[in-house]
């Protein structure tokens, strides 16, 4: 029989990379994308040594407009046949709003809510239609509180894709599709170099931080579970419950108080 195949997007490190181990572990095959090819190669390498893992990659910088057409119009020309999904591809902007330029938040919110939304679109209806496929978003934990001071507009489409995935959850229901938000907490990443919270994470107690490896195992068994929303981590269960359970000023205030010691801005 052939193996399902999951396109991870993100795919080259951090919790996406770690993902596509994970879904290599139990016997897919997988579709890797990101903009840089060389650490997919390495990984689809890795892969193929311990899993016999076909990994099938195709560069793209999902910035662009047009990018998951032009993605998907490269897989199906391949043949390929896309069985679950992995909306993975992400970053954190820094600064607060109003010092950076109108086109960098366009950029974010294209690979932030269009791309994983776009891609959802163009996949979920053949895997309805085969009566199986796995959709999982990668939100966060920040999408369960208050917006932070800096990286403004993180909270929001983490928290967007939470409700999504909710919605999609229920109108996919009995179809053989499950849809997932996967609302990791910090997790030993690149992701915190990238956008320069380096210094303020390696402060955290170590019971805050979460290997990846872990969190994509915990993701992938919710995800067969047909679990709308995981929080990978108890003390992680414990923020999200106590950001809903708080008045709602009591909460934007412990946010604007300590958001300095994780977002730069």
Not at 105 to 117: G, K
Not at 155 to 169: C, D, E, H, M, N
């Amino acid at each position: 029989m052939n193996k399902p195949i999951c396109l991870i997007t993100g795919a080259s490190a951090g919790i996406g990379a770690a993902l596509a181990r994970e879904y290599a572990s139990h016997g897919w095959d997988l579709i890797l994308t990101a903009r840089r090819n060389a650490p997919m190669e390495a990984l689809a390498s890795e892969l193929k040594a311990e899993f016999g893992t076909v990994s099938h990659i195709f560069t793209s910088d999902l910035f662009q407009l047009g990018a998951v057409d032009e993605l998907l119009g490269k897989i199906n020309a391949a043949g390929l046949q896309i069985d679950g999904l992995v909306n993975n591809a992400g970053y954190g902007h820094p600064d607060q709003y109003l010092e950076s330029p109108w086109e960098a938040h366009a950029r974010f919110i294209q690979l932030m809510m269009t791309v994983p939304s776009e891609l959802a679109y163009k996949c979920a209806g053949d895997m309805r239609a085969r009566g199986f496929g796995r959709i999982m978003n990668v939100a966060s934990l920040a999408g369960h509180l208050p917006g932070s001071r800096g990286h403004t507009l993180y909270a929001g489409v983490k928290s967007y894709l939470i409700k999504f995935s909710q919605s999609l959850w229920m109108e996919l229901e009995g179809s053989g599709v499950h849809v997932t938000a996967l609302c990791p907490g910090f997790v030993y990443t690149e992701f915190h170099d990238v956008n320069g919270t380096r210094e303020a994470m390696n402060k955290l107690p170590s019971y805050m931080m979460m290997d990846a490896d872990k969190c994509a195992a915990i993701a992938f068994n919710a995800c067969e579970d047909n679990q709308t929303i995981i929080i990978p981590g108890r003390i992680n269960k414990f923020i999200a419950l106590l950001g809903r359970a708080l008045p709602t000023k009591t909460a934007q205030n412990l946010m604007a108080k300590n958001s300095n010691k994780f977002r730069k801005g």
